[in-house]
C-alpha cells in the first residue's frame, strides 16, 4: 500500500514545484528574513536606532529622495514611449513586428556595466553623440554622470521591459472597436479616453509598477558609471556592506528593509488603483 502512494506523492505536480521551492527560499526569502533581523539589531541589543539615523540624516534622505525622483522619472518616460512603440508595432507588418520584438529581447537583457560603458562611448564628456549634438549646435552641454545623465540611462533600460510588458495588453485592443466609435462619431481623443486607456488601464498601471521597482533596485549600471559620487539608495547599502571602512551591514539591511517598503506600498497603491478602475468600469 504504501509503495504506490509514495510513487503518487513522488510523481505529483507538487513535487514537480519542490527545486523552485528551495532556491526560492534559499534566495528570496532566507535573505529577506535575515535582513529584517539584522534590520533591528544594535550594538545595545535590539531596537530602531538603525531606523531613526536613517530618518534624521539628510545624507540618506536624499538618497531615498532621488531614487525615488530618478525611479518615477524614468518609470514615466519608459512607460510612455513603450506605449507608442507597443501601439505603433501592432499597427505595422508582422516581419517589422517580430523584428522589433527580437531586439526588444535582446535590448532588455543589455543592462550594467556594458550598458554604461556604451553610454560612456556615446553620450560621455567625450562621447560620439554628446559632441556631433554640441557641433550641430542642439545642445550646448551634457553630463552623462548628473541626474539627467542618470535619467536617460535609467529610462533607456526601462523602455524594452515595458515594451515587453506591454504588447500583449495593446493585442486586447479589437479594431472593430475603433470603427464601431468612429461610426457613433467618437474622434481620436474620445476613443483612447472612453476605451483605449480604460482597457488598457491595468496593464500601464502594472508595467508602472515594476518599472518604478526595476529602476529602484538598479545598481550595476549607475555604480558603473558614477560610483559613489552619486547618492542612492542602493549605492550606500552596497557601500555600507562593503566600504572599505566603515563597514555597517545592520544600518545597510534597514537602509534595504525602507527599500522594500517602499516597493510594497507602491504595489498596494498599484493594487487600490486597478480595484477601482474595475470597480469604476463595472457600473
Known amino acids: 500500500m504504501m509503495l504506490p502512494r509514495l510513487k503518487r506523492w513522488i510523481t505529483s505536480p507538487v513535487m514537480w514545484l519542490l527545486p523552485f521551492a528551495i532556491i526560492f527560499g534559499a534566495f528570496q526569502i532566507a535573505p529577506l528574513v535575515w535582513v529584517m533581523i539584522s534590520a533591528f539589531k544594535t550594538p545595545d541589543g535590539w531596537g530602531l536606532a538603525h531606523f531613526h539615523e536613517i530618518a534624521t540624516s539628510a545624507f540618506f534622505r536624499q538618497a531615498i529622495g532621488r531614487s525615488l525622483e530618478i525611479s518615477f522619472m524614468s518609470s514615466v518616460l519608459g512607460l510612455a514611449i513603450a506605449a507608442v512603440t507597443c501601439h505603433s508595432m501592432h499597427r505595422c507588418g508582422p516581419r517589422l513586428t517580430r523584428a522589433m520584438i527580437a531586439f ?130 542602493t549605492i550606500r547599502i552596497a557601500n555600507l556592506v562593503s566600504g572599505d571602512l566603515f563597514l555597517q551591514p545592520e544600518l545597510a539591511s534597514a537602509l534595504a528593509l525602507v527599500l522594500v517598503v517602499i516597493l510594497v506600498i507602491v504595489t498596494l497603491i498599484q493594487q487600490w488603483l486597478m480595484r477601482r478602475s474595475y470597480h469604476v468600469t463595472s457600473r
Open 104 to 233: 526588444t529581447n535582446m535590448t532588455s537583457n543589455f543592462a550594467g556595466v556594458p550598458l554604461a560603458f556604451a553610454f560612456i562611448i556615446l553620450m560621455g564628456a567625450n562621447g560620439m553623440l554628446t559632441l556631433m549634438l554640441e557641433r550641430i549646435g542642439i545642445i550646448d552641454d551634457f553630463n552623462l554622470y548628473s541626474r539627467t545623465g542618470l535619467i536617460v540611462i535609467y529610462t533607456w533600460f526601462q523602455i524594452p521591459l515595458g515594451i515587453l510588458l506591454l504588447y500583449p495588453a495593446f493585442g486586447t485592443l479589437q479594431s472593430e472597436w475603433r470603427e464601431a466609435a468612429s461610426l457613433l462619431g467618437a474622434g481620436r481623443v474620445a476613443y483612447w479616453k472612453h476605451i483605449g486607456l480604460p482597457v488598457l488601464w491595468p496593464s500601464l498601471a502594472g508595467t508602472l509598477t515594476v518599472l518604478f521597482a526595476n529602476a529602484m533596485g538598479a545598481y550595476a549600471t549607475v555604480y558603473a558609471l558614477v560610483n559613489t559620487s552619486y547618492n542612492l539608495m
